[in-house]
């Protein structure tokens, strides 16, 4: 059975002092009628699995149970598998002693906030899916405090409108595998790389060009205009032969870009390749020819 002392324990949290006499008696016998309907549920799920100690308690089905809040499940030190989902829940405050807590189903809420996520280093699995999140920063605030989380689901919330809202998330959670039931691919680490992270992109790309540049930006410093380049006057036009060398390697690009590469496309000549009616009378003995056709 569980100790009652988790009841009260639950409303702590939460001060109704700022609202009249009347409401706040209204609500704060609302919340416990609700933590009396979690208490209930969570005693039914321990005499359905048989468990009599509270460090025997490994899993918890508490889905589809009408919740609108849930009492402090602190209690449960080994607790790795929660499942919480098709409920009414509006936040988080009840998984604050979990660290072993590996697995946590909380989608088809009304959960607006995550706040005390942070607290669980070991979740592995987070399903949020079909929810009322809508501050994506804080979201992800409290989703950084996970470093082994590895399967997430955020769709169907509000804060997936954002621009670029997959790309921003997989920025800021790195070890994340699998986003929005997909998984992360290379390019979009690639994407993701290229427009939050301006500087690793710059320093990447002027290595790529065996150059290390100064990747440094500073808003208040006067703009510097890069020279214009000139043609060297041995350069001859439209000459893919031409072995100048020069001093700067952005001038070979720049001559490079100048010149006109040759295209050449290769097909068949259908004209050569006999019908069927000629294959029977045996009129062309020729073999099929290939044509190329060279652009420049």
Not at 256 to 266: D, F, L, Q, Y
Request: hydrophobic letters at 40%; one cysteine or more; aromatic letters at 8%.
């Amino acid at each position: 059975m569980l100790d009652a002392a988790a009841f009260p324990a639950a409303l702590m949290a939460w001060d109704p002092n700022h609202l009249p006499g009347g409401a706040s008696r209204r609500l704060i016998r609302t919340r416990e009628a609700a933590l009396e309907v979690s208490r209930r549920a969570v005693e039914d799920q321990l005499k359905i699995c048989g468990r009599k100690r509270d460090a025997d308690v490994y899993e918890l089905f508490l889905s589809q149970k009408d919740l609108t809040e849930v009492i402090d499940l602190s209690r449960f030190k080994k607790l790795k598998y929660l499942w919480l989902q098709h409920n009414k829940l509006q936040g988080i405050t009840f998984l604050t002693r979990n660290s072993c807590l590996t697995e946590l189903y909380l989608n088809n809420n009304a959960i607006f906030e995550i706040k005390g996520l942070h607290s669980l280093p070991s979740l592995h699995i987070l399903l949020l899916h079909h929810n009322e999140l809508t501050n994506i920063d804080a979201t992800v605030k409290e989703l950084k405090g996970m470093p082994n989380l590895k399967i997430l689901s955020l769709y169907q919330n509000p804060l997936c409108q954002y621009n670029l809202y997959r790309l921003y998330i997989i920025n800021h959670l790195p070890g994340i595998e699998f986003l929005d039931q997909n998984q992360v691919t290379e390019k979009e680490r690639r994407s993701m790389i290229t427009i939050f992270n301006h500087r690793r992109t710059h320093i990447v790309q002027s290595i790529a060009f065996q150059r290390r540049v100064d990747a440094s930006w500073n808003p208040r410093a006067p703009f510097k205009q890069k020279p214009s380049q000139r043609v060297p006057p041995d350069f001859a036009f439209a000459n893919n032969v031409d072995k100048t060398v020069f001093d700067d390697p952005e001038d070979a690009v720049f001559i490079r870009s100048m010149k006109r590469s040759a295209m050449a496309t290769t097909s068949l000549n259908w004209d050569t390749v006999p019908t069927q009616e000629e294959k029977y009378l045996d009129e062309k003995g020729t073999e099929p020819q290939m044509l190329t056709v060279t652009l420049r």
